[in-house]
């Protein structure tokens, strides 16, 4: 939480955009800046002896694009995919990979004093994605960090 | 100026040098293969004395200091007051070597072998001047030095003490000058020429603005002045003439001396016209050229009654040489440096478009249009257009495997001098194209198999004249395109694999048992096996911790495949057969679980339908299939990839016999095949990482994803029960 918030304070204004997205009956966000594009769900590509959360890969204009289920990923059952579902292709360094949530609901603009830190609980899910939370109209939105939901094997070139 | 800029000059002042280094090599094996003309001397004679101006700019001192030696050897040559043949021209390859050396060196820092510069720098002074010195030299190691200076020394006194030599002579020239418009274009300047000239001595020159049009009619970029200059200098006309050096070609020249004060007003005439010759020889010979071959048709009669073996003779060493001398010259097309990256980007666009037109036809295919519609005919329209334009982007990164090959002349000389043979290199088909990124990771397999081709297939000398051969090793080197690769001979005519002592070397470390029956073919490939080395003590050349075993992974990585042909006492032939670009490949499309993959068509030998009478249980799990009296494992990709827990039946689906790794064969069982394509080839780690099993990725016509199987890694996973990934494909994109 504390790194969260110097990195508000890093920032000349103290409001920031977030998007928010829905995954199974929770609300997520996650920063703007590291959104490329937002697109619809198609068929992926299976990869062999890949993590359970990794869907497979999809074609994004050429590129080979690697998608995260995030359902998966944070711990909840696995969705049976269907046409409304949407995947949120983040950049992270040189990487894109493609989050695969539910539905993306709004974009948020939040003030560093709405950030609360994420109460102790024993969800592993909390404690390793969620990096604050924003309550908002009676809703709560966790804030996940980008860089620990995606694939973590050899993700540096090997070469 | 900022550093920024400077770094850059630096940058393309190091890549002129590689280009002026790769003349100079060229011009020095023409040389010694004895069919030089000056203009092949002239041409490197200019690239030393590029190099020289350029380390002199960026004050690399050690650079200049050597290529001054080395320049003025060539000044001598150039001359014709030395004769560039045997031990001379073995000099200044060695010369160029050490250049090379020098240039690397400044570039990517590190240590210069100061004590082999010295000897070359030696050798090339003793060749350019004082017989004397040399002759001491030899006699001994400590003179060295001062011997350098020797010259200087002496050669003081003799200004100091004659009068007549205290006031050198001095000559009067008349010089025009008038530019070509094309001296404009190569960004000279004469009022740099003039700064030179007044150099020499006291200069009159007077503008002639004659033919200088109106200004409406002016031609901006045409050339239109000329100057008559009067000089009086104490040099000799030769100084005079290098002034106009790096603008020969560029302008009409005409140099007379008039009123020498050393040479009678008769010779000054006969001079005058020697240099009027002299000026002119090339379109001479040119006309003598074109008369003998228009007038004389008896010529052609006379080749026409030679023996058969002479007309097949003839052309083929005619065209080629010509063809270079046209490259080499004048002709040479113009260029532009582009880089790399670029030309990437387009690559990849390319690759992104061809796929987009794949997608569009599959998209109204299955809209249900018609093929003779208008929409149908634009797409075909489309289709060849894309085709045109993938073509003629590899042909941007095509290049001709020539500057790999010019690499390997030194490669050649260093191997030959450590192991004390002689050895005679031949090129052949340099001017072969295939992609950049597969030249570029060529160099390390050729020169390791050069090396061994000498260190391994050549005997030495001895031992080859007693077994009747020249003492002189043949390596040949060629390249050519052959159904749509490249095919490249690493030939040698040395004594050959020697097949029973490779059979033992194999059973000592355990890599065959010693009742295998091996054919001879079976025993040459163990050569390639991992932990083979022939070498009974480590040598310098072959021994470094790199064996055939490498080389063949290295060019498998290309998606190549590498073959030897070897005959007792007669050499060996090793073959690499290569795919002209690693952007795309050619590969047979299967299905296995629902899922679409691609097999390098490289590693597949055939498919066959597999009959359950063949398939045979073989311990718990795995299965073989009988096939031509041979047990071969049989592989399910689909298990093996983890798209099944259960094993596909056999009967069911189609078997593809590969071979893998080390050559063994196995079957890959698949449940269908689609066909074969090409396909641009679509990095999996650029984004994601590796993938077991899996070396890259492609994107096919309906837009989907499909993975490139690494067969090797599949097999290799079937084998130990675990995948583990092996060399990737070279990944494009």
Sequence with gaps: ?159 | MASSDMDALRQIFFQECEEQLAELESGLLEIESGDADSEIVNAVFRAVHSIKGGAGAFAIENLVRFAHVFETVLDEVRKGRLSAAGPVVETLLRAADVLADLVRVARDGGDVDEARIRSVSDELAALSGAPAAAAEADASEDNLEDLDFKPVVVDLPVFDDAPIFAEPPVAEYSITFKPHPSLYANANEPAVLMRELERLGEITVVCDTASVPPLTELDPEAAYLSWSIELKTTHGEEDVRAVFEFVDGDCDLTIVGANSAVTDPGEDDIAALLRRVREEPVELMEQVDTSLSDTTPDHQELALAGTPRDLQAAPLKAEPAKGDKGAAGEGTQPTIRVELDRVDRLMNLVGELVINQAMLSQRLLEAGLARSTEVSSGLDEFEQLTRDIQEGVMAIRAQPVKSVFQRMPRLVREVAAATSKKVRLVTEGEGTEVDKTVIERLADPLTHMIRNAIDHGLEKPEARSAAGKREEGLVRLSAAHRSGRIVIDIADDGAGINRPRVRAIAEEKGLIPPTAQLTDEEIDNLIFLPGFSTASTISDISGRGVGMDVVKRSIQALGGRVSIASRPGEGSTFTLSLPLTLAVLYGMVVTVADQTLVVPLTSIIETLKPKLSDVHGFGGESRVIALRNNFIPLVDVGRELGYRSQSADPGAGVAILVESDGGAHSALLVDAIQGQRQVVIKSLEANYGRVPGIAAATILGDGRVALILDVDAVVAGSRNGSMSPEIPLALAG
């Design chain 1, 1 to 159: 939480m504390t790194a969260l918030a110097s990195l508000f304070e890093q920032k000349s204004g103290t409001a920031r955009e977030l998007i928010a997205f829905a995954v199974g009956k929770q609300e997520f966000c996650i920063d703007v800046m590291s959104v490329r594009e937002i697109r619809g769900w198609t068929p992926a590509t299976v990869l062999p002896h890949s993590q359970s959360f990794v869907r497979g890969v999809i074609n994004l204009r050429g590129a080979v694009l690697p998608i995260v289920d995030l359902a998966v990923r944070l711990g909840f059952p696995p969705a049976e995919v269907m046409g409304r579902h949407v995947i949120i292709v983040v950049q992270v360094g040189s990487q894109f990979v493609g989050l695969l949530v539910d539905a993306v609901s709004d974009i948020l603009s939040v003030s560093e004093s709405e950030v609360l830190p994420p109460p102790d609980v024993a969800s592993e899910m909390a404690k390793r994605f969620v990096c604050g939370l924003i309550a908002m109209e009676g809703r709560m939105l966790s804030i996940l960090s980008v860089d620990s939901v995606l694939p973590e094997q050899e993700r540096s070139d090997p070469q």
